[in-house]
């Protein structure tokens, strides 16, 4: 009689190593694709360095946010105003511990350092323009417009090489820095971020438009721009008047006209007076402009001087307003 041969039965250690060498190899995970981004040198802006021990109680009483508030590693916007609430730079601070440096226009550099020294008496505070520093910006391409929902009266920033990268509350990425390490020009990526800036309703005085609107028409106590629980600056009466009484009778609109246009621009109604052009940048059509205009002219057919017409795109105010 022959014998069967005995069946040969796994140890559970056999089984697992069997199964375990059977089994593929993970699946590694798929590569997430790069976002494309809009990336220049914005050379709208420059920006001045504050130093000296009492730089951030001078800055206080005369910017219209809380700087000594401003911790280090912190930035925030604000507006350097006349006595009459009318905003002569708006600017965003940042406290880098050692000093504060304010980004703002360019152009208004020389001016604002000369009238801030002017004020400084025995404050320790030195106030020192820096033209070999600019800033940058780093946009997602489509990223869509992201208007303030609330104030930010702060926001953090990192420093890296000497390198200031900051967030900033409508989503784009600001570099600020020697002009030798940042990214270089590109005139499609620049002219996206201030479309971006545009359509946010993030508006920039320059020489131009300097002292033609106070705070709230600029949609500075909307971004942050103003604390209003802060003690006096120059303006802060009528700044406080005017948003606690309700007598801003202007305030920001988004613009779209056939041809380029220019800051410091009339916008008209039936030939009068109705607005001013703030920043304007290029679209398909001609471009967009971001415009402090009369509430009584939320819905009313606008021209540029030339009688080109300025088509309402978005109101950062409230149109019962106007009534």
Sequence with gaps: MAHRPSETRNTPFQTAFRTTQAAPFPTPYPKQPRIPMHTSALPFFGLIRVSGEDRASFLHGQLSNHIEGLAEGEACYATYNTPKGRVIANMLVFNRGEDLLLLTAADLVEALCKRLRMFVLRAKAVFEPLPGYGAAGRLNEGAPALPAAEPHLSFPFAVSDGLIECTLPHGGILLAGEKDTLPAYDAEAENAWQLHEIRSGYPW???ATKESCVAQMLNQHTIGGVHFK???????EIIARAQYRGQVKRGLAVLLGSSLEAAGIAV??????AGIIINTACT?????SLAVIKHSAAA???????????????LFFD?????
């Design 205 to 207: 005085i320059s020489e």
């Design 230 to 236: 802060k003690g006096c600056y120059p303006g802060q």
């Design 268 to 273: 008209l109604q039936d030939g009068a007076e």
């Design 284 to 288: 398909a059509e001609g471009s967009l």
């Design 300 to 314: 009313a057919l606008l021209t540029d001087a030339d009688g080109n017409p300025l088509q309402q795109q978005q």
């Design 319 to 323: 149109t019962a307003e106007a009534e």
